[in-house]
């Protein structure tokens, strides 16, 4: 079995910072793409950031310049540096990671998602 557990979510002002978490852990064998999903009330989930195991990113066009995603392959962590936050950026934040799991049986390779945490931003 796979988990994906975030953390480091929680009430912020205008204008500050935080920095979400989410550490997989299980019988893994190797991580793919990594990546942050936000889902607003009443919205649809959209992308925030996404992460290859090369590092290759990508952003939505609504957090570059303010959020940065990076991993630590070695934790098999993904993190996201969110700066300069505003009330838009409330939401439940969500990882997902394309894992590859190897057992004596069977290679399976799918996406996993954490349980979300709750960024909310205001004054």
């Known amino acids: 079995q796979v988990q994906l557990v975030e953390s480091g979510g929680g009430l912020v002002q205008p204008g500050g910072s935080l920095r979400l978490s989410c550490a997989a852990s299980?019988?893994?064998?190797?991580?793919?793409?990594m990546g942050w999903y936000r889902q607003a009330p009443g919205k649809e989930r959209e992308l925030v950031a996404t992460i290859t195991n090369g590092g290759t990113i990508n952003y939505a066009d609504s957090v570059k310049g303010r959020f940065t995603i990076s991993r630590d392959n070695a934790k098999n962590t993904v993190y996201l540096q969110m700066n300069s936050l505003k009330p838009e950026d409330t939401a439940v934040y969500s990882c997902n990671a394309d894992i590859s799991t190897k057992t004596p049986w069977e290679f399976r390779r799918m996406g996993y998602w954490g349980q979300g945490t709750q960024v909310t931003v205001s004054s």
């Open positions: 299980g019988s893994i064998f190797s991580i793919n793409d």
